[in-house]
């Protein structure tokens, strides 16, 4: 991680502990941590100054999910109902019993 002081002198630091509104990292060299806590969303460091953190990883982009995304194939539905319903059955086989129709096998599940 990147850690930019006010005067604009940058650090890589490691991140050690995160909580929701702290974070601990370790500075090459160093032998003790360094705290930084998060206050109204700004990072502020152990001496009380503001600091811009940039975390090692992408920020992930928001992505839109759409039904079909979590729709299984009717066989793997039904597979995972008769294990469900079957559970002494050996899971390592591969044998797939009969597709039935979900709503068969769910109104067997709700009586």
Do not use: K
């Amino acid at each position: 991680m990147t850690i930019t002081y006010a005067n604009g002198q940058t650090m890589q630091a490691a991140l050690v502990i995160r909580t929701d509104n702290r974070i601990r990292v370790a500075f090459p060299g160093c032998e003790d941590l360094t705290e930084f806590t998060q206050i109204d969303g700004t990072w502020v460091s152990e001496d009380c100054e503001a600091v811009q953190i940039q975390f090692g990883w992408p920020a992930r982009p928001a992505r839109e999910y759409q039904e079909e995304d979590f729709v299984c194939s009717q066989e793997l539905a039904a597979r995972l109902i008769h294990l469900l319903l079957n559970p002494e059955e050996d899971e390592g086989t591969n044998a797939v019993p009969p597709v039935q129709s979900c709503d068969s096998a769910v109104s067997r599940l709700v009586m």
